[in-house]
């Protein structure tokens, strides 16, 4: 899933705990995980909402939350940032800290 500043209120309004994927098509190691993040976003979707965000498209969000690395996947509930994970992540990595939002 895609998350611009457009739809951003409405997804982080949502019960569910969110996972934003800070990327971009240049970055390499953004490129690797992505199987892995869409991938987990099939596992979990009746749990979390995993969504991409594209920061040469939408840098809003990249400054609202600070990011100056990629990949960044920020992990969130109740609309707080409860973890951030910066780089390449392997994939019982990013599941353990999907679980712990849980």
Same mark, same amino acid.
């Given at each position: 899933?895609?998350?611009?500043?457009?739809?951003?209120?409405?997804?982080?309004?949502?019960?569910?705990?969110?996972?934003?994927?800070?990327?971009?098509?240049?970055?390499?190691?953004?490129? %690797?995980?992505?199987?892995?993040?869409?991938?987990?976003?099939? /596992?979990?979707?009746?749990? &979390? $909402?995993?969504? =991409?965000?594209?920061?040469?498209?939408?840098?809003?969000?990249?400054?609202?939350?600070?990011?100056?690395?990629?990949?960044?996947?920020?992990?969130? %509930?109740?609309?707080?940032?409860?973890?951030?994970?910066?780089? /390449?992540?392997?994939?019982? &990595? $990013?599941?353990? =800290?999907?679980?712990?939002?849980?």
């Amino acid at each position: 899933m895609e998350i611009t500043s457009e739809n951003y209120n409405e997804i982080i309004s949502q019960s569910k705990p969110v996972v934003l994927d800070f990327w971009a098509t240049w970055c390499g190691p953004c490129r %690797k995980i992505a199987p892995i993040v869409e991938e987990l976003a099939e /596992a979990y979707s009746d749990q &979390v $909402i995993i969504g =991409k965000v594209n920061v040469e498209e939408d840098d809003d969000l990249a400054s609202k939350y600070g990011i100056r690395n990629i990949p960044t996947l920020l992990f969130i %509930k109740n609309g707080e940032v409860i973890d951030k994970f910066v780089g /390449a992540a392997t994939k019982d &990595v $990013i599941e353990e =800290k999907i679980k712990a939002l849980l």
